[in-house]
């Protein structure tokens, strides 16, 4: 990816974490989703006072893409507000991010739109994936 394509995509990421519903644990983050056909999904975490309901910005972005058709992810950012760390998904969201897919970009970024870049299987090594399934899915299964 270009640099100027990367740092749109980070823009994007800080602009959905502004929706963040976090009344909870007042951490708000912010995803956006590069499909492989070039649109942009976003998401922001979304909390529930039933704490085990809340959903992350992550696998909010992934099931608003997959839900309009979407399966085939070029890049994903995430953004957090910690000045001084790169926001990092939580293990449940590694694990959807590698259901997609191993080797996308997922840039982990600061405030100040710097960020490191990983793939799914980085951020996930020995993740589960579908072919461990003694009966793997059909490629076009819904
Ligand atoms: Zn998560």
Request: charged share 20%; net charge negative.
């Amino acid at each position: 990816m270009e640099a100027s394509e990367i740092q749109s995509l980070i823009a994007k990421s800080r602009e959905a974490l502004t929706f963040a519903y976090c009344p909870y644990s007042k951490f708000k983050v912010g995803a956006a989703l590069l499909t492989k056909e070039g649109k942009v999904f976003t998401g922001c975490n979304v909390e529930n006072v039933s704490y085990p309901l809340c959903i992350c910005a992550e696998r909010t972005a992934i099931v608003k893409a997959v839900s309009e058709g979407y399966r085939e992810f070029k890049a994903m950012a995430i953004a957090t507000e910690l000045p001084d760390t790169f926001a990092s998904p939580c293990g449940a969201c590694r694990q959807v991010l590698l259901e997609f897919g191993s080797n996308y970009d997922i840039f982990l970024t600061k405030p100040d739109m710097t960020y490191v870049k990983m793939t799914p299987a980085e951020l996930l090594p020995l993740g589960f994936t579908p072919n461990l399934l003694l009966e793997p899915p059909n490629q076009d299964s819904s």
